[in-house]
């Protein structure tokens, strides 16, 4: 047990023996034996009070499910009140899980970025925007946190720092949802709440297989491109074979299957029998961005969509005669156009038309009371559709909407498009809750909102869920024999890896070699990246070939970060060999900014003179104009440049970009006393995002010396032991 659980657990056996009266909580236990699992509802008080009847009905029918189920209230005055009393439960009462409704304190973190997939906002800009909300601090109990304010205007926002010594892996013990009702006009908490219960209770009561799925590609996402797009209905079909019986069971569409896909992506939502909707779109927490610019086809076509855009631009940028003339001299002299081009572009009328052609484009939240969405889960693989520090939000809007909408994953910043969202979702259909997949697949900003413990049937008789709990190695060994499907498989390979089963990488790289199934061998890969090592690059070396889309851009995408130059001619083999696959190009393209530009060259020498295209002289050229051009192709001469303006940027930039050959230079960097503090502090936390590279123990042993040095100032050693926990 680790340090920060033994501190927890001294701080509960205290506040157990002082009751619960004090503190304002109380506790409804489980009216059902408690043997190797159980549940709690965390409500505050007004809320319990107001939903006590629907509070106590869900209780019932997740009890008759089999799962003993606390009702925990309370004045929740600080997270950690509530953290202390899951913990309790979590030790003493085997607690899997915990749903957060109503006024529960939210936990803005700060310090933890390299724990999500893409938010890296300056911590200097707006505390409330620059922070992550995350309910990680209630479900993973070896993360910690030191606590700076309390929000001065929201006294829901707590902010605080990720713990300097904490864990730097966010493995969540328990799983979490949480049920926050909208803050509107026209809207009662209570009611909202009431309501949702009440359509909780009945799904539970139904026997609710998947057998309807849906896809969407919003613009502008996976780089707009088909080869990623096409395969996420073949990894579907591996996961949920009964939905691909009929063209209706399985739905899939994109942001031009017509000019304005709005209205079909709201029939979809309206429908009573889909079962689980995956969107890939751009988003606010108050808006889905489902498409963009209607695609021209004829000449009258081309030259209304130019004035469309020109008009739009010209609305944005031009606010004075002098932002006038240099519109007309950038967009319109230019290019030889009319300045009558742009007659009307401020006008009422061109801004109503304009406002009506956004409208057709995106979903905001007020629309989704009248959509009346029915789907059951809906992934939004969306940016912050899933922010519940606002007081409206997209995904709140589905569950709480008078729809039979239940349960949403959602994010509350930023998410990488490049996530893998499927990721063990067939064993929904295996007696896996909600709550219990989502936990497999936590990031930072990823929250369930909605009901976690709901559970669709089970598509055949067989029922997995036991392996999320099991330890004895020698069970899972044997069931992998038996195991069939795709991600009976997965959840076997996965849970071994948490017990630190010493053949997995044997098991693994025979499954991936054997395997048809794409997401077995993603798996592989997955599990592959978290052990690391020579075993990782031997796997890393080979995935990127897979038939596959994604397994070869998340290959392509890890390389970046591991770096190490045996690497290289794979990648520039993946170069020529990925031509039609336009996101995996740009993966190689982002990927080689982390490589020597010489050796890059000198391989490319190579690997380019076996390469079977018509011209290979013309092929290389364009490959060295595309790669060797833009602001990360030379990040060191602005890096080490102290009058250069935009030397920070630069070396935040690194978090994207991880440079491994010149370790050594900013190494030499961070220690110099001679250097800015403040350069040397932004370099210590770039290097932080360096934990995959083959050169992380030269890291580790530099921070460690400078943390551990008399001559070093203080928020620089601070800063070292900082990156040196988070790369242990």
């Known amino acids: 047990m680790k340090l920060y659980k033994k501190t927890l657990f001294l701080i509960f056996i205290g506040s157990s023996i ?30 319990y009070a107001q939903c006590k009847e629907e509070l106590t009905l869900y209780r019932q029918v997740v009890e008759k499910e089999g799962l003993p189920t606390f009702i925990v209230s309370g004045n929740w005055s600080s997270p950690e009140q509530v953290k202390i009393e899951i913990f309790k439960l979590y030790k003493i009462h085997k607690l899997e899980g915990i749903v957060l409704i109503g006024d529960i304190p939210i936990v803005m973190v700060r310090k933890g970025q390299h724990l999500a997939t893409a938010f890296k906002m300056h911590e200097k800009l707006d505390i409330r925007e620059s922070s992550i909300p995350s309910d990680r601090f209630y479900d993973d109990f070896d993360l910690t946190f030191d606590f700076i304010k309390k929000d001065e205007k929201d006294s829901l926002l707590f902010y605080y720092n990720l713990g300097i010594n904490s864990a730097n892996k966010i493995q969540s013990e328990i799983y979490s949802a949480r049920i926050k009702p909208i803050a509107a006009e026209g809207k009662n908490s209570y009611q909202q709440i009431s309501h949702y219960l009440k359509k909780v209770i009945t799904a539970h009561t139904e026997n609710n297989r998947i057998s309807n799925v849906l896809t969407y590609l919003g613009d502008g996402t996976l780089s707009n491109s088909l080869a990623a797009w096409t395969p996420e209905l073949y990894r579907l079909e591996e996961q949920f074979p009964n939905t691909f019986k009929s063209g209706k069971q399985a739905q899939s569409f ?30 606010m927490p108050e808006h889905m961005f489902i498409s963009g610019d209607i695609p021209s086809q004829y000449l009258e076509e081309h030259f209304q969509a130019l004035q469309y855009s020109l008009k739009k631009l010209a609305g944005r940028l031009i606010n004075d005669s002098k932002a006038q003339g240099k519109f007309y001299d950038t967009y319109v002299s230019k290019y030889n156009l009319a300045p ?47 922010d519940f520090r606002e007081k409206d939000y997209i995904a709140g809007r589905f569950i709480f909407s008078q729809g039979k909408a239940l349960v949403a994953l959602a994010n509350s910043v930023s998410i990488l498009q490049d996530v893998n969202t499927t990721h063990l979702i067939g064993t929904l259909g295996m007696g896996v809750s909600v709550g219990k997949w989502a936990q497999q697949n936590y990031v930072l900003e990823s929250h369930l909102i909605g009901d976690p413990t ?100 998340h290959s392509i995408n890890t390389m970046s970060k591991v770096g190490h130059p045996s690497l290289l001619p794979y990648i520039l083999e993946a170069y020529i060999e990925n031509q039609q696959a336009s996101r995996v190009l740009f993966s190689i393209k982002m990927s080689l900014y982390s490589f020597n530009q010489k050796l890059i060259k000198e391989e490319a020498e190579k690997v380019f003179a076996q390469a079977p295209v018509v011209d290979k002289t013309k092929f290389k050229e364009k490959f060295y104009d595309d790669q060797f051009q833009g602001f990360y192709q030379n990040l060191d001469s602005i890096i080490f440049d102290s ?31 001679k250097e800015d503090v403040t350069m040397r502090i932004a370099m210590l936390q770039s290097l932080a995002w360096f934990g995959q590279s083959y050169r992380k123990m030269e890291i580790l042993q530099a921070c460690e010396e400078i943390a551990n040095a008399t001559d070093i100032p203080e928020e620089v050693k601070t800063q070292a032991l900082r990156t040196l926990n988070i790369l242990k």
Not at 22 to 47: C, E, H, M, W
Not at 272 to 282: C, P, R, S, V, Y
């Open 340 to 386: 009558s081009i742009l007659d009307g572009y401020d006008s009422r009328d061109f801004k109503e038309q304009d406002s009506l052609r956004n409208n057709r484009q995106g979903i905001v939240v007020t629309e989704v009371d009248e959509i009346k969405p029915n789907v059951r889960l809906t992934i939004f693989d969306a940016c912050y559709n899933g």
């Open 254 to 283: 994109r942001f031009d299957s017509w000019n304005y896909p709005k209205d079909e992506l709201i029939n979809q939502f309206r429908r009573k029998d889909l079962d689980i909707a995956f969107i890939h779109e751009h988003g």
């Open 18 to 47: 002082f009751g619960h009266v004090a503190l304002g909580q109380q506790i409804t236990y489980p009216t059902r034996q408690i043997k190797d699992r159980s549940f709690a509802i965390i409500v505050d008080n007004r809320t």
């Open 643 to 673: 009058k250069n303006s935009l030397r920070t940027l630069a070396i935040s930039s690194l978090k994207n970009v991880n440079y491994h050959p010149s370790v050594d230079k900013y190494l030499t960097m961070v220690k110099d006393n």
């Open 454 to 553: 709901f559970t669709f049937a089970k598509n055949s008789g067989e029922d997995w869920s036991w392996v999320f709990r099991e330890k004895n190695n020698r069970k899972l060994v044997a069931a992998l024999r038996k195991a069939q499907k795709a991600d009976a498989r997965n959840i076997i390979f996965t849970q071994l890896y948490k017990n630190n089963f010493a053949g997995l990488p044997k098991l693994l790289a025979k499954e991936y070699h054997q395997s048809n199934y794409v997401t077995t061998r993603y798996t592989c890969l997955h599990l592959a990246n978290l052990i690391g090592g020579d075993f990782q690059l031997n796997m890393l070396k080979r995935s990127c070939k897979d038939s596959d889309e994604f397994i070869r851009r």
